[in-house]
């Protein structure tokens, strides 16, 4: 109920809350779901699976999305690990860990299929990541005013490095993920281009983030295998 699970026969070492932005992508929540609940279960981890949902028909903000999936889960549980995962990518390695690295920010979708199970380019961190909550205050959550896809990423990185840390990379053998609905021919005519940043991470890190944090929560519902929570 409401996507939470925690081992019945053992003592959890670690508690992660799984966050999902998330709107209109039926197909590939199913999916996720399918594959993901298991993959945890294996693990032996005490987690929730949150679906954070924006409304309307404007631009996504998925990073925005993401900020008020942490805000939440907070309310719930004092989670050892925030894991933060795209709705279309399914881990391929069981030995990829879903838990936190005490020191730095995480990034654990080190080998996409999209990207031939390489890094597209050498401060990528999209996909799937993993960050304490002291991590994520201390650089401030993600940013608010990222509009339409991309660009946040890159955000996102200088905003660690930026706030005195540095990225852990999963190694790239356990770090494998397959993209849903991926096409290979559409991609070799359209090949991912790295979106150009549009902010000036540097003066704005500090000021817009989980500080500066304002939305509407409108609902807040538990489903079988995950919570929604519904924001405007």
Not at 75 to 94: A, T
Request: glycine share 6%; hydrophobic share 30%; with cysteine.
């Amino acid at each position: 109920s409401g996507g939470h699970y925690r081992p019945p026969h053992c003592f959890a070492r670690y508690k992660s809350a799984i966050l999902v932005a998330y709107r209109n992508q039926e197909k590939h929540l199913r999916h996720l779901l399918y594959y993901i609940h298991p993959f945890l279960q294996r693990q032996q981890l005490s987690y929730t699976i949150y679906l954070i949902q924006q409304v309307g028909s404007g631009s996504f903000n998925r990073a925005k999305l993401l900020n008020v999936g942490v805000r939440e889960a907070m309310k719930d549980e004092e989670w050892d690990c925030l894991v933060l995962h795209d709705i279309d990518l399914v881990p391929e390695n069981d030995y990829n860990l879903y838990i936190c690295d005490e020191y730095y920010p995480k990034h654990m979708a080190s080998a996409m299929d999209k990207f031939q199970y390489t890094l597209p380019y050498k401060s990528f961190f999209g996909g799937v990541s993993a960050l304490t909550p002291e991590h994520y205050m201390k650089m401030n959550g993600f940013p608010n005013t990222y509009w339409g896809d991309g660009g946040e990423y890159d955000d996102i990185a200088t905003r660690i490095h930026l706030a005195g840390m540095k990225i852990l990379r999963t190694s790239p053998h356990l770090g494998r993920y397959r993209v849903m609905d991926y096409n290979e021919e559409t991609e070799l005519q359209e090949p991912w281009t790295r979106p150009p940043s549009r902010h000036n991470t540097r003066k704005t890190w500090k000021a817009d983030g989980m500080n500066t944090l304002q939305f509407r929560l409108l609902s807040r519902t538990k489903h079988p295998l995950y919570t929604k929570i519904t924001v405007d």
